[in-house]
């Protein structure tokens, strides 16, 4: 039973307020000891506090809720513990992997546009956060029902490419590249921007080669082709490593064939003009620079791409919503992307920037042109040699060191990213990355490996499986207590984390979670000569073991059964 839901419809049938409204205002007190939920009544009347007084007198309680109490201006209410904890646990035994899942989104297109690396340049540091947050929303929202496409829009057009063919050509072997292609391309890449400090004239060659490339020039498409797939192959390791995966690698060059259709379609609906030879929408009364469909010399830009592909999507999916999982210096592309689709009489309601912030490092911003990047490949090897030198030292026999050095390594590096705010900058900060200790992954982990040992422990000597069969009357300890209310709290928690787009609050949760049942472990024996207390509280811990297991793969991190 969903009781918020409950106490929406209640609520609704006493005021005026529409059941969106409720369920904006209904909040989780934040102590267990003012009720379960509470309701605030600013929205009843001039004097909230009579308001809540009038509301309780008028309310028929539903055999849910024990009580319902004023304080100051809000209805706090008292749900029934015995029913919340048989409903909860009953539910998780039921539904397992399931458990949590909705179908609010049933029937809805969602496209999830996220990581979109740049070709022939190393994964480094900074795409972790597009990468791994724009997994999670993808998940999330999967399962809120959602059919969900996530799109890897590589960036694999551009003058950049002008650069790299012109590089290439003067200063490249096939044999060095063959070698460590990334790294390689990578050093041409830098090696382009140092000359071209010198002579000027190497920019003006790359423009005319990208112009080349635009034009289907068979030598450079060929190249570009094979800078391509070189990339892609290294994208593919890292992506296997962190476990993420995309139903789509469309690119920005897949769209080339599609710009001028594109821009012919824009131009039926949207007024744009010639300046200084370029081809734009004059944004300059929304306070915005012109979007720039098509450069002096002919070529296309970022804003053509990101129109070709928006246009495109539109048609072939048919989304609710198209979500651009993109860092906050981005903000003003979309922004403008964003402002043009609308005078096309695109709803901007379905456009969404999920913006976040940058990874801050203590030697000043990476540049790629420079060739300054943390590889993000390194930082994992990093995280799991450490991970392994941990197993190493605390249990030296455990089975599978390897796989569960990598389940804990990565996890790690995952959620040093996901249980900040997006919108917040990240201090790169390798102890911190990498510590195992506090709110981390691996302490999630380690609480689930805990969890898996108990039920192991309770089968090998007690000869004691879990059952959903139990006397829930015996959960009477408010730790307990305390464990259930938050596993009954997990599904309303996907739901927030998907629709404010913000992971950290499911990781947040189940940090909570975890130190809920840390402490019921300590104060209440599990295995203990009562058989029928002992079954009850297994119950428990298998709720808890499941609900871990499913909050950590919603954020991409792998749930160890022994640590």
Same mark, same amino acid.
């Given at each position: 039973?969903?009781?918020?839901?409950?106490? +929406?419809?209640?609520?609704?049938?006493?005021?005026?307020?529409?059941?969106?409204?409720?369920? &904006?205002? !209904?909040?989780?007190?934040?102590?267990?000891?003012?009720?379960? #939920?509470?309701?605030?009544?600013?929205?009843?009347?001039?004097?909230?506090?009579?308001?809540?007084?009038?509301?309780?007198?008028?309310?028929?309680?539903?055999?849910?809720?024990?009580?319902?109490?004023?304080?100051?201006? #809000?209805?706090?209410?008292?749900?029934?513990?015995?029913?919340?904890?048989?409903?909860?646990?009953?539910?998780?035994?039921?539904?397992?992997?399931?458990?949590?899942?909705?179908?609010?989104?049933?029937?809805?297109?969602? +496209?999830?546009?996220?990581?979109?690396?740049? +070709?022939?340049?190393?994964?480094?540091?900074?795409?972790?956060?597009?990468? $791994?947050?724009?997994? *999670?929303?993808?998940?999330?929202?999967?399962?809120?029902?959602?059919?969900?496409?996530?799109?890897?829009?590589?960036?694999?057009?551009?003058?950049?490419?002008?650069?790299?063919?012109?590089?290439?050509?003067?200063?490249?072997?096939?044999?060095?590249?063959?070698?460590?292609?990334?790294?390689?391309?990578?050093?041409?890449?830098?090696?382009?921007?140092?000359?071209?400090?010198?002579?000027?004239?190497?920019?003006?060659?790359?423009?005319?080669?990208?112009?080349?490339?635009?034009?289907?020039?068979?030598?450079?498409?060929?190249?570009?082709?094979?800078?391509?797939?070189?990339?892609?192959?290294?994208?593919?390791?890292?992506?296997?490593?962190?476990?993420?995966?995309?139903?789509?690698?469309?690119?920005?060059?897949?769209?080339?064939?599609?710009?001028?259709?594109?821009?012919?379609?824009?131009?039926?609906? $949207?007024?744009?003009?010639?300046?200084?030879?370029?081809?734009?929408?004059?944004?300059?009364?929304? &306070?915005?620079?012109?979007? !720039?469909?098509?450069?002096?010399?002919?070529?296309?830009?970022?804003?053509?791409?990101?129109?070709?592909?928006?246009?495109?999507?539109?048609?072939?999916?048919?989304?609710?919503?198209?979500?651009?999982?993109?860092?906050?210096?981005?903000?003003?592309?979309?922004?403008?992307?964003?402002?043009?689709?609308?005078?096309?009489?695109?709803?901007?309601?379905?456009?969404?920037?999920?913006?976040?912030?940058?990874?801050?490092?203590?030697?000043?911003?990476?540049?790629?042109?420079?060739?300054?990047?943390?590889?993000?490949?390194?930082?994992?090897?990093?995280?799991?040699?450490?991970?392994?030198?941990?197993?190493?030292?605390?249990?030296?026999?455990? @089975?599978?060191?390897?796989?569960?050095?990598?389940?804990?390594?990565?996890?790690? +590096?995952?959620?040093?990213?996901?249980?900040?705010?997006?919108?917040?900058?990240?201090?790169?900060?390798?102890?911190?990355?990498?510590?195992?200790?506090?709110?981390?992954?691996?302490?999630?982990?380690?609480?689930?490996?805990?969890? *898996?040992?108990?039920?192991?422990?309770?089968?090998?000597?007690?000869?004691?499986?879990?059952?959903?069969?139990?006397?829930?009357?015996?959960?009477?300890?408010?730790?307990?207590?305390?464990?259930?209310?938050?596993?009954?709290?997990?599904?309303?928690?996907?739901?927030?984390?998907?629709?404010? #787009?913000?992971?950290?609050?499911?990781?947040?949760?189940?940090?909570?979670?975890? @130190?809920?049942?840390?402490?019921?472990?300590?104060?209440?024996?599990?295995?203990?000569?009562?058989? &029928?207390?002992?079954?009850?509280?297994?119950?428990?811990?298998? *709720?808890?073991?499941? $609900?871990?297991?499913?909050?950590?793969?919603?954020?991409?991190?792998?749930?160890?059964?022994? !640590?």
């Amino acid at each position: 039973m969903d009781f918020k839901q409950e106490l +929406i419809a209640l609520l609704q049938k006493e005021t005026r307020l529409s059941e969106e409204e409720l369920a &904006n205002l !209904m909040v989780v007190p934040p102590d267990p000891k003012l009720g379960d #939920y509470a309701f605030p009544c600013f929205k009843l009347g001039k004097n909230a506090k009579e308001e809540a007084e009038r509301l309780k007198g008028k309310l028929k309680l539903p055999d849910f809720v024990s009580k319902v109490e004023v304080a100051g201006p #809000y209805l706090n209410f008292f749900l029934k513990n015995k029913v919340v904890i048989e409903e909860t646990l009953s539910h998780i035994y039921q539904e397992q992997k399931e458990f949590g899942k909705q179908d609010l989104g049933k029937g809805k297109k969602i +496209i999830v546009e996220f990581s979109s690396p740049n +070709i022939a340049k190393p994964f480094g540091i900074g795409h972790l956060r597009s990468t $791994v947050i724009g997994s *999670c929303l993808y998940k999330l929202h999967r399962a809120l029902g959602y059919e969900v496409f996530g799109v890897n829009h590589l960036g694999d057009w551009g003058t950049q490419f002008g650069k790299l063919i012109v590089a290439f050509r003067k200063w490249g072997s096939e044999e060095e590249l063959k070698q460590e292609p990334i790294k390689y391309l990578l050093g041409l890449y830098v090696r382009f921007h140092q000359e071209a400090e010198k002579d000027k004239s190497l920019d003006d060659e790359a423009r005319a080669e990208f112009k080349r490339l635009e034009d289907g020039d068979k030598e450079s498409i060929a190249l570009w082709e094979k800078f391509k797939e070189l990339s892609l192959q290294e994208f593919h390791r890292i992506y296997k490593i962190l476990d993420v995966n995309f139903d789509s690698f469309h690119g920005e060059g897949f769209y080339n064939n599609l710009l001028e259709p594109s821009i012919k379609e824009l131009q039926q609906k $949207v007024k744009t003009v010639v300046s200084e030879g370029a081809l734009i929408v004059d944004l300059e009364k929304y &306070n915005m620079p012109p979007f !720039m469909l098509r450069k002096s010399d002919g070529a296309s830009t970022y804003h053509t791409r990101d129109l070709a592909a928006a246009l495109y999507r539109l048609k072939k999916y048919k989304p609710e919503k198209m979500v651009y999982v993109v860092g906050s210096e981005q903000k003003l592309h979309f922004r403008q992307l964003f402002t043009v689709l609308e005078l096309a009489g695109i709803d901007k309601k379905k456009l969404v920037h999920v913006d976040f912030g940058l990874f801050r490092f203590p030697e000043g911003k990476m540049s790629t042109r420079k060739g300054q990047v943390i590889f993000l490949e390194d930082v994992l090897n990093k995280a799991i040699d450490l991970a392994e030198q941990i197993i190493e030292e605390k249990n030296p026999t455990l @089975q599978n060191k390897k796989e569960v050095a990598v389940m804990i390594g990565v996890g790690a +590096i995952i959620f040093s990213d996901v249980s900040n705010d997006r919108i917040r900058d990240i201090e790169f900060d390798w102890d911190r990355m990498l510590s195992f200790e506090g709110e981390t992954a691996p302490y999630l982990q380690y609480t689930h490996a805990r969890s *898996c040992s108990i039920l192991r422990k309770a089968v090998k000597e007690h000869n004691q499986g879990v059952s959903p069969h139990v006397n829930f009357e015996l959960f009477d300890q408010t730790e307990e207590i305390a464990v259930v209310k938050k596993l009954y709290g997990y599904p309303e928690v996907l739901e927030k984390s998907a629709l404010s #787009y913000k992971p950290h609050h499911l990781a947040h949760y189940l940090i909570a979670l975890a @130190q809920a049942f840390n402490e019921f472990y300590h104060k209440c024996p599990v295995l203990s000569e009562d058989k &029928n207390l002992t079954k009850a509280r297994l119950l428990l811990v298998d *709720c808890v073991r499941q $609900v871990l297991e499913n909050g950590l793969n919603m954020l991409g991190i792998q749930a160890p059964e022994e !640590m």
